[in-house]
């Protein structure tokens, strides 16, 4: 099932007054395809999983599943979630706690009137699909939080949906549960061949599951693609430094060319950059830009010089096992690189070299 959405909006009104949830949004979500729709609290992401689930309504725009609309707000057409055969799982899992494992994940099927043979059957189907044959008769008060999970996604795919909706459904799972929990999800997605759309705030999930991701912000798309395009390939800023930890560096820069070689001024200095970046820097309106570079671009070197001139001082470092995160301060300005070389200390003068081949020029947003 191909999900479209067009233009769309979503508007409220709260005690702040209007607030627009959603500004209008498009993207297209392939057939078969695990989609993660990513960015920070308030974003819009839960708000357009709900819109696509139809447990609200749109303010602006369509929604389609392959060929037939779901909502029109032009024409006022909203179709109740049961039309749209989508089945979603929360962050809370909704489970009903009287009833057994059995009953919450026959629950659906029973309110649809199905044959107690035909139940049976599906259930068993889901139950051994995710290892929850023993569990039939427990409540949900004897299970672990994994197991409630499987028991919530168990009762969303036993209805067999077109689209599967999942809100931040890992996020009450401690680190190793979520690990191995985004690779059972994968798994499955696989298996089954259902289009899923995934929200998370988690950008370990989102490039871990997403075989594509949308980020958001403020209600709008910043960018759409693999994680390793989000990663290499940021849009603009805000993709830069939410995709990405540690998050990428970034400088206030400008450039200019002198005797036919492009320069970078950053942090009160003036570098030279290789010639083939010129072009990329021609192409930015205006000669200021802000300069990304991830921790790991970032080379730190026992000296007590630089060619380069670019000199810094160790703040602290954070060790991380195979590899050191290093703070470092040049005067007011502040940067992290990432290392694996040597043991370095507080307050140690060290030397900055930049990998320019990972640079990233980045236009000022216009917002």
Request: proline share 4%; hydrophobic share 45%; aromatic share 6%.
């Amino acid at each position: 099932m191909m999900v479209r959405i067009d233009n769309l909006s979503k508007r409220f009104f709260s005690l702040r007054g209007e607030v627009a949830a959603l500004r209008g949004l498009s993207l297209d979500i392939h057939d078969k395809e695990f989609f993660v729709l990513l960015g920070p609290s308030g974003c819009g992401k839960s708000t357009l999983l709900n819109l696509i689930a139809g447990l609200d309504s749109p303010t602006g725009g369509q929604i389609w599943f392959d060929d037939a609309v779901m909502a029109d707000a032009d024409r006022g057409v909203c179709l109740s979630p049961r039309k749209r055969n989508v089945a979603m799982v929360f962050q809370s899992y909704a489970l009903y706690p009287h009833l057994s494992v059995f009953d919450n994940i026959a629950f659906p099927l029973s309110i649809a009137g199905m044959r107690k043979d035909e139940i049976a059957e599906a259930v068993r189907e889901a139950t051994d699909m995710l290892e929850l044959a023993d569990l039939l008769a427990a409540k949900p008060a004897e299970l672990s939080g994994g197991q409630r999970q499987r028991v919530a996604i168990a009762r969303a795919l036993v209805r067999k949906p077109s689209v599967f909706l999942l809100d931040e459904p890992l996020s009450n799972l401690d680190a190793q549960l979520r690990a191995s929990m985004r690779t059972e999800l994968k798994s499955l997605q696989r298996r089954l061949g259902i289009t899923t759309i995934y929200v998370t705030h988690d950008q370990v999930e989102a490039m871990s599951l997403g075989d594509r991701v949308a980020v958001l912000h403020d209600g709008r798309l910043e960018q759409t693609g693999s994680p390793q395009e989000l990663y290499h390939r940021p849009a603009n800023a805000f993709v830069g430094t939410f995709i990405g930890s540690p998050p990428m560096n970034l400088f206030e820069a400008s450039w200019r060319e002198a005797d036919g070689r492009p320069h970078v001024e950053i942090m009160n200095m003036r570098l030279e950059i290789p010639l083939h970046l010129g072009q990329r820097l021609r192409a930015l309106k205006g000669a200021s830009f802000l300069l990304g570079m991830r921790p790991e671009n970032i080379h730190a070197h026992f000296s007590t010089s630089s060619p380069l001139g670019l000199m810094a001082t160790v703040r602290s470092a954070e060790r991380l096992g195979r590899e050191t995160l290093l703070h470092l301060a040049r005067g007011e300005h502040r940067l992290t690189a990432l290392t694996s070389a040597g043991d370095f200390t507080e307050g140690a003068e060290i030397s900055v070299e930049f990998d320019w081949d990972h640079a990233h020029f980045l236009a000022r947003s216009e917002r």
